[in-house]
């Protein structure tokens, strides 16, 4: 964990942030919080102070109640809506990418229709012939996001379906469903985790801008973007009210993103591939500059062994003379000896 936290450290802050908010959100029902439901009109629009430390909306009711619940709720709407179109889009994209041919295309062609209609135009379609409330967002945002998960499985498949593994499974004499939950389906998860994850941040987004123009979760429930519909007619009296349930979006999206972030780093083959080739040329690099390398005691030897003819060189002479020359008394006195190491020259 705390490797994980040294390599990527905004993931970690988006984790501590995002572990803080869960935890925070499952237990506001134990939590010393006012009823985020209570109308108390004698308290509206009061600024935030010790007993309200977010202040109070137009009906009298603690802010900071309506913020954290309204957190669970869109957390839960974004989890739901990554689960279930991640369900979906998975099992398409294992069937077409698996059966190819005639199922491949007739599931394509399906997935290509919705691909056809912008995401958010389709959920507000959707959301309006379903109704307003949790389910008909869960379900509205579902269906426009499933496509992207199946053309992501199916791709994964294609790769796969041919290996080694997957042909041992089927000599073997496993089912077509074993073959595809249990031998390529976890082979493949790894760009569903990322893609799981980025859109949990976007489905909070989407989730509060259904909230905001009606179509989404409704009063009197708490939701954030349904409170900054409300409170954009109190903008410039009580600035509190739209400030606090704004900061709420923007901070759980943040740290989805900088999760969601950290796991595409972590799980991408070339990411981590080009991170760690960076980090051995920055290390290498500080080592030569910080850490010179200093010669052993072997080494030190025959550094200071073949600096004694450069001294003798400079001190007395005795070595320019004896340079290529043969010793007196010996069998090569006057003949120039050849130190090189090359073969003499023949002719």
């Known amino acids: 964990m705390l ?3 040294r390599e990527r450290p905004l ?3 988006g984790a501590m942030i995002l572990f803080s908010i869960g935890l925070l959100a499952a237990m506001a029902d134990i939590l010393p919080l006012c009823d985020p439901k209570a109308i108390n009109i004698s308290e509206r629009l009061l600024p935030p102070s010790a007993k309200h430390p977010m202040g109070t909306d137009d009906m009298g009711r603690d802010i900071l109640s309506r913020v954290v619940y309204g957190t669970r709720t869109s957390l839960q709407v974004g989890i739901l809506v990554v689960l279930v179109a991640a369900v979906v889009g998975s099992s398409v994209g ?9 199922v491949d295309e007739l599931l394509m062609r399906i997935t290509d229709a919705f691909l056809a209609f912008p995401g958010l135009i389709l959920a507000m379609t959707i959301a309006v012939i379903l109704g307003p409330g949790i389910l008909p967002t869960v379900t509205a945002l579902s269906l426009s996001w499933w496509p992207w998960y ?3 499985i199916r791709s994964e498949v294609l790769i796969h379906k041919q290996s080694a593994f997957v042909e041992a499974a089927r000599a073997s004499g496993a089912s077509i469903c074993r073959i595809l939950w249990v031998h390529i389906f976890p082979n493949s998860l790894s760009p569903v985790i990322v893609q799981g994850t980025l859109d949990m941040g976007y489905a909070v987004l ?7 123009i009606g179509l989404g979760v409704q ?3 708490p939701e954030l973007g349904a409170m900054l519909n409300i409170a954009r007619r109190y903008l410039l009296s009580a600035w509190w009210y739209i400030t606090f349930p704004g900061l709420g979006i923007f901070i759980n999206v943040l740290a989805i993103n900088l999760i969601g972030d950290g796991i595409r780093d ?4 070339r990411l981590r591939r080009s991170r760690r080739v960076v980090s051995q040329k920055l290390y290498s690099r500080g080592s030569m500059v910080a850490f010179p390398e200093k010669p052993g005691k072997e ?3 025959d550094h200071h062994a073949e600096q004694k003819p450069r001294r003798n060189h400079k001190g007395s002479g005795r070595a320019d003379q004896d340079h290529g020359k043969g010793v007196a008394g010996s069998p090569c006195e006057g003949r120039t000896v050849d130190l090189s190491g090359k073969p003499p020259h023949q002719g």
Do not use: N
């Open 11 to 13: 993931a970690a802050i």
């Open 266 to 269: 972590y799980l991408d083959p």
């Open 206 to 212: 989407t989730t509060s801008a259904l909230s905001f």
């Open 94 to 102: 294992l069937v077409a990418g698996y059966f190819g041919g005639f």
């Open 299 to 301: 080494r030190g030897k």
């Open 150 to 152: 199946a053309r992501l």
């Open 219 to 221: 009063e009197p429930t």
């Open 3 to 5: 490797w994980w936290m």
